[in-house]
């Protein structure tokens, strides 16, 4: 009899890897941890009915009060094969998984609150300066058929690549010096130098990697080259310290 | 002979106690570390020329290049009574304080960066609806010779109360339940449901605590009245985990 696995769904593009910062914080996790774990591919079209079809909870719901289904999504029937736990919600699955599997823990006691707030700031403040250049390039990536539904909800305007690049890059460094600044807290005695919290990997270095592996996957050459040079390097050491937990399982 | 004493500056205002957020996230450090010390009162006029006598590192520079000097500041006798430690900064000085006097810390080991960044996200974010409701009250506090040089750099439109009273409230409201449901996440057996690591204060909570001092003496019956029954009633239990430390010496 095979051995049970955990469930990721992800959606496939036209490149080598997957891309979508919010499902690699989840897998990073799932690495990390060791877990057994398959990505189940799911075109954009196709998000909501597979997730409706799975039992998934939805993540928000429209003005009009429908639900919005999307992902990361797990389904884990490890534990209870028969009733298989299904979650949404990156920062969900992720308490979850902590709880359930505490070996190799990504949040140290006491850190839940902070490290929860941390990664809301490398969502909603860090990464919003990257959306303008990012997200036209993203969709190019998708396969046709997914690409009418990657932005529904969004303005179209998001579609163009800005023509200012440069200055659209300078508003992310400027980003990536502040948090740089900020990290270099925990360095000394206190800390390695790459790391969020000191010595060991958390919750907090996938939000941060999560992001970088966006850039290095859709934008290798225009953003990856950039952004692992900056701060003395920090990204790229960040990277290596991350990349046994890079596997696409 | 008398034991050296830190000095903290700060301002007086017509009130009895002192209000000023960034001055009292470092007295409750102080407080908390049970370390000798008094505070030194100055007047905003006289702000810039008391603490360019003393040697205080200015905390930015104008456009045109003069530098700004501002509060808190603290000079520290105790290790070197011949060469004072003279520092500014809230953030700079906290790093000080728990470096030179390390019992009861208040940065747990591999904190320091996450708890930067949560201070900073009070600092800028969540106080940030407080202002148009805080700014015109707390210059009315202060003696009238204070009250020209308190916004000096601001727009004076910012010593208008607003209309809009209640939306202004609705907007600090936000914010506190949104940073209330990111505090929720250290509740159960990974902490007291009450400060921001878990089981023990630390910076975080004094950067919070701070933001409710401002309120209770500035605005005690329109402001604090309010703050302390949202949220289950949790900032009043932060606030009383934190009276101990909230003596003015």
Redesign the interface.
Known sequence: MSQPMIILYDVPSNIPQPWAPNIWRVRLILNFKRLPYRTAWVEFPDVEETLHGIGAPPTSVKNDGRPVFSLPVIVDPIRSPQVPIVLSNANLIA?YLEVTYPARQV????????????V??IQEILAKPLLPIMVPLSHQRLPERSQNHFLSGMNSSHLSVPLEREQAWRAVQEQFDF?AN?????SGA??DGVV????ELTY?DFAIVSVLIWVEKVAPHDGWVRIRQWNGGRWGKLWERCKSCMDVF
């Open positions: 308490e949040f140290p006691e006491g850190s839940r609150a902070l490290q929860a707030l941390f809301h700031y948090l900020i990290l270099d807290k925990n206190d800390g969020a919290m000191g010595h907090a």
